[in-house]
């Protein structure tokens, strides 16, 4: 039992909390409830002329099948960027765990890609296999694969996906060191002990203590696949060709500041919040009830 | 150590009298999108305007891209922090005539300086895009340009074609293309950069077809589309079947195939006629040409940016942005400007003016747009093109045009999706 901290001062908590709640309020809750307004409006550009309009705008966000394609493209894109970059940074912490030599340096330099912004991150990328320069898109074409993600949606899907989960590695990779440091070396070894190879070990035991940082992680690339991969979409595909790569944060930024139609953009910046909102529910309830695991 | 003490006082008690003089003088800001080279013109045309009088200072700011620049200044209008002036891209302009309280239309403000605005005196094909339908011009046009047929002399050499003829006509275009692939000169035979604003909305006027109902939307804002007909189909086809093989390489949605054809790769390109500088910077050993057309050449329309003066200012400021703007106009600026950055000139005078000084007999690809934009009268297809919405349209012919390119759909369906697709998206904003 933990004892119970008691503030024999009334005031004083609520000043402590004081600054945290006013940026919270001034960059939380009043754009969110401008967004909430904005997204009830139908208005031009310039704000001369507005209406009330209720629910119209996400009436037509919700039946526009443009908008229903860019909720498939972020779901194939998310799942995709988050399986992909936990994937790769579990075997590289694994592999990472084994090594005993000179182990420091391995981390630190697969740590390192976090450090680069998600715009040049995507830059890179774009480089790498840029169609007419790129010397990985040189390397395809040698292959005899006709590599062209300007015209071809999935290439360029393939394309975001790597530059985005390639970025996220790093955090993931810092993740899974962590959590493979906090299993009992005792346990491996008493398995070893019984004969049980090392595959074997890693699904028994391993993966299974392992799975609360796995479900965390889950939760935290599938918010950084929705909404911090804008900086690499918007530097390599712009969200073509077509919509091929339109995801739902692309879709808010497109409508709302290339094409100005503002109380289409706000319904659907208010349904990007509720998402965060359940998102993070389930994280707050998961980490709760499993972070005293084992 | 003693002398530089001094200077640095001096230097300091200039600055403070320099500042607190400042208190006189009407300051205006001017937002813009340069970059670059062009960046540079347009500090030092504001700094040569500061100097040359002491009663107004204007501060060019930069705001990024161009949609980025014209969000800026629609946040700053909404948050009434609005700028002075500020460029907005051809494609902003029906955005920025549909707001028609926020803006002050410049041949007002010209007014209010004193120097009444004589439409004589401008290019009629320029001033005739900036302009209501009953002829007030509304922005003062900036860098204007118009797109026109580069080609790469080297290949067209290897390919056994005439270097001194570049091809007139789209057909033409198709033949050499598919010569300098075949040839092998070169990995593939034509690209382009903005299939909309080239291959659409100037296609439709250099062709004298009808891109959409109402004079393109000049005549007023209902438009409908009218690119489903069998030449723009055609066209269109020509580019997807050519695709198939390479003879026509895609670079992207804007100016991104400037780099294939500085990079050698495609022989023949069509680009705006603002892209000179950067091919000559290469060293490229290139020609200029007409833009292609179909059977008979009409007139094309301009690209680019103008200036929009925002409403709700005090007079002295319109005074200010009126004595800038005719600074701007002075026929020894308006000629540097086209000379040095590529852009065509405003006035009258000024093309004339270049014309007397030999320019264009060394630099030819210097008069083509003009010559393409003043050869004849405008019809109600070739005036311009001009919607709210412009830059959502373009947004979805792109989907669609990528789609095509792709071989996911043919150029009909790719324009009856665009014409279905479009007039959707005019009527939910005009609404």
């Known amino acids: 039992m933990t004892p119970r901290v008691v503030f024999p001062n009334k005031i004083l908590p609520y000043l402590l909390v004081a600054p945290q709640l006013a940026i919270t309020l001034v960059f939380f809750y009043w754009p969110a409830s401008q967004a909430l307004y904005q997204s009830m409006l139908r208005e031009d550009p310039f704000g001369l002329k507005s209406q009330f309009v209720w629910f119209d705008n996400f009436k037509k966000v919700l039946s526009d099948p443009n908008y229903i394609n860019s909720i498939e493209v972020t779901a194939i894109f998310s799942i ?215 | 150590m003693k002398v530089t003490g001094i200077a640095a006082g001096f230097a300091a008690a200039f600055t403070f009298y320099s500042t607190t003089s400042a208190f006189a003088v009407t300051e205006i800001s001017w937002w813009h999108a340069m970059t670059g080279a062009n960046n540079e013109v347009v500090e030092q045309l504001s700094k040569e305007f500061n100097e040359s009088q002491s009663d107004y200072k204007v501060s060019p700011v930069f705001k990024g891209t161009y949609p980025e620049t014209l969000n800026a200044g629609i946040a700053a209008f909404r948050a009434k922090q609005a700028p002075n002036i500020i460029q907005v891209f051809d494609a902003g302009t029906g955005t920025m005539m549909a707001a028609e309280g926020a803006m002050k239309p410049v041949a007002e403000v010209l007014s209010m300086g004193g120097k ?79 299939l909309t604003w080239i291959h659409t909305e100037n296609f439709a006027a250099w062709n004298n077809y009808q891109w959409g109902t109402q004079e393109n939307g000049i005549a007023g804002p209902n438009v409908e589309l009218k690119v489903n007909s069998e030449p723009f189909v055609k066209h269109f086809q020509a580019l997807a079947d050519l695709a198939k093989d390479g003879t026509f390489k895609y670079g992207g949605r804007t100016s991104e195939a400037k780099q294939i054809f500085l990079a050698g790769e495609c022989g023949i390109f069509t680009e705006s006629s603002g892209g000179l500088g950067d091919i000559v910077k290469s060293g490229m050993n290139y020609g200029t040409g007409m833009l292609p057309y179909d059977t008979e050449s009409q007139n094309t329309i301009p690209g680019g940016a103008s200036l929009w003066v925002f409403g709700g200012k005090s007079e002295e400021e319109y005074k200010a942005v009126a004595a800038f703007f005719n600074f701007l106009s002075q026929t020894d600026i308006q000629a540097r400007l086209h000379q040095v950055s590529g852009y065509l000139p405003v006035t009258l005078a000024a093309y004339e003016k270049t014309k007397a000084d030999g320019f264009y007999e060394k630099n030819p690809a210097r008069e083509i747009p003009i010559k393409q934009m003043m050869g004849k009268e405008p019809t109600e297809n070739s005036k311009g093109v001009r919607l709210p919405n412009l830059p959502q349209v373009r947004d979805i012919m792109n989907e669609e045009y990528e789609k095509m390119l792709a071989g996911q759909q043919t150029a009909q369906q790719a324009m009856d999706n665009i014409v279905q697709r479009g007039n959707a998206a005019i009527k939910e904003a005009t609404q």
Not at chain 1, 211 to 224: G, Q
Request: charged fraction near 15%.
């Open chain 1, 80 to 294: 995709s960027t988050a399986m992909l970059s936990m994937v790769a940074a579990l075997i590289l912490a694994v592999m990472a765990d084994k090594v005993v030599r000179s182990r420091n340096l391995y981390r630190t330099l697969l740590i390192w890609p976090y450090a680069v912004a998600p715009a040049i991150a995507g830059m890179l990328w774009l480089f790498l296999f840029n169609p007419s320069i790129g010397s990985l898109a040189y390397a395809l074409r040698w292959m005899g694969i006709a590599w062209d993600p300007l015209l071809k949606g999935d290439q360029a899907m393939v394309l975001v996906v790597m530059a985005a989960a390639w970025k996220q590695i790093s955090y993931n990779f810092l993740f899974f060191v962590a959590g493979l440091q906090a299993i009992p070396k005792a346990l491996i070894e008493a398995a070893a002990i019984d004969g049980a190879r090392e595959l074997k070990r890693f699904w028994t035991i391993v993966f299974p203590l392992l799975a609360p940082t796995t479900f965390f992680l889950l939760v935290v690339n599938t918010v950084y696949a929705f909404f911090d991969t804008f900086g690499i979409i918007h530097a390599v595909t712009g969200g073509g060709p077509g919509k091929a790569t339109e995801t739902l944060v692309y879709k808010v930024y497109n409508d709302g500041f290339v094409n100005l139609i503002l109380g289409d953009s706000a319904a659907q910046s208010v349904i990007l919040m509720v998402i965060v909102i359940a998102l993070t529910a389930v994280q707050f309830r998961y980490v709760e009830r499993k972070v005293h695991y084992g």
């Open chain 2, 116 to 194: 009444p605005f004589d439409k004589s005196q401008y290019l009629p094909g320029i001033v005739a895009y900036y302009s209501k339908p009953d002829g007030t011009m509304l922005s003062f046009p900036y860098n204007s340009s118009s797109p026109i047929l580069y080609y790469n002399k080297d290949i067209f050499q290897k390919a056994g074609l005439d270097v001194d003829n570049p091809p007139k006509t789209w057909s033409e275009v198709w033949d050499a293309a598919k010569k300098i692939k075949s040839s092998g000169a070169a990995p593939c035979g034509f690209t382009s950069t903005w």
